[in-house]
C-alpha cells in the first residue's frame, strides 16, 4: 500500500486555521459548571506549554524564512554586478536574475501573510564592481556556486518544513 501524499504546506496551515477558527467559535462553558480544580489547572498549563512551543517555532519559521529572503536578496545584487559577463550568457543571467527576483518575493509575501515580515525590506549593500571580463567571469564562476549550495540549502530545509 502506497502512504499518502503529503500535504502542501499552504493546505497544512488553510487546515490549522480552520481548526482554529472552529475552536475559537465554540461556546465558553456555563459559568456554573464544575469542573474539578486540579482539571482546570493541568488544561492551564497545557495551554501554556502549546503556547510556548507554538511561540518557538513561530520564532524559528520567522527566522528561516528570513534567512531565506536575505540571501535570496544578496544573489539578486550580485547577478546584477555580473551583468555583461558575455553575450553568450547574458539570457541566462536575465532569466536567474528574474527566477530569483521571484523567489525573493514570494518568501516575501508568505512572511507578510503569515504577519512575520519586518516592518521594512532589506536594503541591497555595496555589491562588487567587476570592472573587467576576467572579474565577471571568474565572479560569474564563484557567485554561481555559491548559488548552486544556497539553493541546495534551501531546498533541503524548505523540504524539511513541508514534511514537519
Known amino acids: 500500500m502506497s502512504p499518502e501524499p503529503a500535504l502542501s504546506p499552504a493546505l497544512q496551515l488553510l487546515l490549522w486555521h480552520s481548526a482554529l477558527w472552529t475552536v475559537q467559535e465554540a461556546t465558553p462553558l456555563d459559568p456554573a459548571s464544575s469542573l474539578p480544580q486540579s482539571f482546570l489547572l493541568k488544561c492551564l498549563e497545557q495551554v501554556r506549554k502549546i503556547q510556548g512551543d507554538g511561540a518557538a517555532l513561530q520564532e524559528k519559521l520567522t527566522g528561516c524564512l528570513s534567512q531565506l529572503h536575505s ?27 528574474l527566477d530569483i527576483a521571484d523567489f525573493a518575493t514570494t518568501i516575501w509575501q508568505q512572511m507578510e501573510d503569515l504577519g512575520m515580515a ?11 564592481a567587476f570592472t573587467s571580463a576576467f572579474q565577471r567571469r571568474a565572479g560569474g564562476v564563484l557567485v554561481a556556486s555559491h548559488l548552486q549550495r544556497f539553493l541546495e540549502l534551501a531546498y533541503r530545509v524548505l523540504r524539511h518544513l513541508a514534511q514537519s
Do not use: N, V, W
Open 71 to 97: 540571501g535570496l536578496f544578496l544573489y539578486q545584487g550580485l547577478l546584477q554586478a555580473l551583468e555583461g559577463i558575455s553575450p553568450e550568457l547574458g539570457p541566462t543571467l536575465d532569466t536567474l536574475q
Open 118 to 128: 519586518p516592518a521594512l525590506q532589506p536594503t541591497q549593500g555595496a555589491m562588487p
